[in-house]
């Protein structure tokens, strides 16, 4: 089965930039794509934005666009965030989908496969 190892959190300050990764083995998904979710304790897990591997088309949320890219090379995935605000602190997870999509979804339930989390804070 697919294995998500996700890395790169931290503590970085208001208008700083972070990279996370997400290194992937164990099966074939490059159909899939990979997407990123995040967490505050005690709240939904919310999505941040995903690309599909093979065309590479992304899908982020309004609360990140313009702000937060998403880029791939072989087996890794990369979560680019700029200008991070405090609002960004959560635990980040990236997650593989269950069946190819044209488009990356953002209902969690499509998704079956999840990396450990890693966190990042956003200091004022």
């Known amino acids: 089965q697919v294995q998500l190892v996700d890395s790169g959190g931290g503590l970085v300050p208001a208008g700083g930039s972070l990279r996370l990764s997400c290194a992937a083995s164990g099966g074939s998904f490059t159909r899939y794509g990979i997407s990123w979710f995040r967490q505050v304790p005690g709240k939904e897990r919310d999505y941040v934005g995903g690309?599909?591997?093979?065309?590479?088309m992304t899908n982020f949320a309004d609360s990140v666009k313009g702000r937060f890219t998403i880029s791939r090379e072989k087996t890794t995935a990369y979560l680019q965030m700029n200008n991070l605000l405090p609002e960004d602190t959560a635990v980040y997870y990236c997650?593989?989908?269950?069946?190819?999509?044209?488009?990356?979804?953002?209902?969690?339930?499509?998704?079956?496969?999840w990396g450990q989390g890693t966190q990042v804070t956003v200091s004022s």
């Open positions: 690309i599909t591997w093979d065309s590479g």
């Open positions: 997650a593989v989908p269950r069946l190819p999509y044209i488009y990356p979804p953002i209902n969690e339930a499509e998704y079956d496969y």
